[in-house]
């Protein structure tokens, strides 16, 4: 297949490459050869390509930093989307969509189906919603991927900083009151490659297996790293941050499972493959 892939440069995009390349001729873009906030470059960039299909990997996702910066955070998590929308309609190629489990509200007890209820409470959640709902609106041929808690070997993430702080800090404190899956980004990559074979298109959440808090998650990076340091809990709102985050964010993976597809690994599993490659 053909496979223009936004946001190329990025965290999942790095694997998304490395995953896709021997199988598929792709089309890489960046912010800066593809500004999709432009409606007539994104329509005019797909059109003239013909991907067979598109996979939508470029984000505004500093969380905090959307609270700061609304007017580029809609521009692109929720116009730059419509705008791919748009732009896939006209070519007649699928979509792929990277979503987050930040659309939910956090009030969920248990794993969250696709259908769970939407109430995004930061603006980084609610731009994304906002892409989402242009993709429905617009589109028949398209996966919504929701997914959470990324980390890869490129780009800055939770337990790069982790281990980064672990080098001058015996003492490091870490959230505990939040709960989702981290999400190693080649197995990401790796399931969108799977589903991009198929015509089941629709929502789906799509992470590592398992769940823990940050804290948890924090504890089991050291231990697997070797490294004796205090982690100390604390509460989401003694860690003040701009942005509000959901509590409890775990996605169920129902219906990457109803279509017959594996789940992905144990997040702890993941973890160890992360440290092994970045030592």
Request: with cysteine.
């Amino acid at each position: 297949m053909k496979i223009l892939i936004t946001g190329s440069n990025g965290m999942l995009g790095h694997d998304l490459i490395e995953v896709l390349k021997d199988r598929h001729e792709l089309v890489l873009t960046t912010s800066k050869t593809l500004d999709i906030t432009d409606r007539q470059s994104t329509i005019r960039c797909i059109t003239q390509n013909q991907p067979d299909i598109v996979i939508n990997s470029a984000a505004y996702t500093d969380v905090d930093g959307c609270e700061t910066n609304q007017d580029l955070a809609y521009a692109v998590n929720g116009e730059g989307v419509k705008n791919l929308a748009l732009a896939c309609k006209e070519a007649d190629c699928p979509l792929v969509h990277v979503s987050t489990d930040y659309v939910f509200d956090g009030s969920a007890r248990d794993p969250i189906e696709e259908d769970g209820e939407i109430g995004p409470i930061s603006i980084y959640g609610k731009s994304k919603l906002k892409g989402e709902e242009a993709i429905l609106e617009i589109l028949d041929k398209y996966f919504i991927v929701r997914t959470a808690w990324l980390y890869g070997i490129n780009g800055k993430n939770f337990p790069k900083t982790m281990l980064e702080l672990a080098k001058d800090h015996p003492e490091i404190t870490v959230v505990y009151d939040e709960v989702g899956t981290p999400t190693y980004t080649p197995d990401l990559a790796y399931g969108i490659s799977q589903l991009i074979e198929t015509d089941f298109y629709g929502i789906y959440h799509l992470t590592n297996s398992g769940s823990c808090s940050w804290c948890e998650f924090a504890k089991y990076i050291f231990e697997i790293a070797g490294l004796d340091i205090n982690v100390v809990p604390v509460t989401a709102s003694e860690f003040s941050r701009p942005a509000p985050r959901p509590s409890y964010s775990v996605l169920k993976n129902k219906k990457w499972i109803d279509n017959g597809f594996e789940p992905l690994r144990d997040y702890k599993e993941a973890i160890k493959e992360y440290i092994e490659l970045i030592k």
